[in-house]
């Protein structure tokens, strides 16, 4: 099966790729990029982010970067149904290796830590394409509680050090020079809804197009995510969204170390 397949399946009914609603969306991107002239999404997925900044900022201009290119037609598209595609940049590559002409006003990278190795190393390259006035809006996930071996397999065998708890996670961001000005925690009604609607959406397709190639095998990965979700990490992972000044730039503070 084609990543790509199942990876627009499970999207098409919750386009924004993490458990945040849509009014919570509209709100993060309000304080973030509201008023700035440019943004860029670093691991921006098929550019759904940089879209609705785009519909909210008429005079903002957006690149986003991923090392797949799944969703880029549809979303350029899109934009160009919505009269904003000569604002909106989408390239495929990666993102540690992306060199920006100029430093944005805003920067995004929710749920893409992994691509950069990590949380240090996602804000360590955030800052390299920041203004200094400018708020990176960083969203990752968190255990709220230490993880049991149930959570762990039902994320696929994840090491508990994967993740900090949620006292750590705003810890280690504020070692790192950033001032948190904003953050919101998912809600379990926003896991739930996401969740369903990745598992959903597919789920519908596969039994609509029973004589699909891919049909049987998007069904098996459906089953296998939702059974992973309902008898593992449901309420067993968070999912924290910062807004973040680059503040100061030394990595010290006098709380100590992160917790684990």
């Known amino acids: 099966m084609e990543r790509s397949t199942l990876f627009r399946l499970a999207h098409s009914e919750h386009p924004i790729a993490s458990p945040l609603s849509d009014a919570r ?21 098929d550019g759904t982010w940089l879209l609705r900044a785009l519909g909210r ?24 149904a919505a009269g904003v595609v000569d604002r909106l ?4 590559g990666d993102v540690r290796e992306y060199v920006s002409q100029a430093p944005f006003d805003a920067v995004l990278s929710v749920g893409a830590a992994y691509a ?96 699909h190639p891919e049909a049987r095998e998007v069904l098996a990965a459906v089953e296998k995510h939702r059974d992973g979700w309902l008898q593992g990490y449901r309420g067993g992972l968070g999912f924290v969204t910062l807004v973040l000044h680059p503040g100061r730039a030394s990595v010290t503070s006098p709380r100590g170390t992160a917790h684990r």
């Open 25 to 45: 969306v509209e709100g993060l991107l309000d304080r973030t990029t509201g008023g700035r002239r440019s943004v860029l999404d670093l691991g921006c997925g």
């Open 57 to 80: 900022e008429p005079g903002l201009t957006a690149v986003g970067v991923d090392m797949s290119d799944v969703g880029f037609e549809e979303t350029l598209a899109k934009a160009a």
């Open 89 to 92: 940049t989408l390239v495929q």
């Open 116 to 211: 950069f190795g990590g949380l240090e190393p996602t804000l360590e390259a955030a800052r390299g394409h920041l203004a200094a006035d400018g708020l990176l809006l960083l969203g990752d996930c968190f255990w709220p509680a230490p993880p049991t071996a149930a959570v762990l397999d039902g994320l696929g065998g994840l090491s508990a050090d994967e993740y900090l708890d949620l006292p750590g996670t705003v810890d280690l961001v504020t070692r790192h020079g950033w001032a948190t000005v904003h953050g919101h925690v998912s809600t379990q009604e926003e896991w739930d809804d996401y969740e369903w609607a990745w598992t959903g959406a597919p789920a519908r397709w596969a039994v609509e197009n029973p004589d």
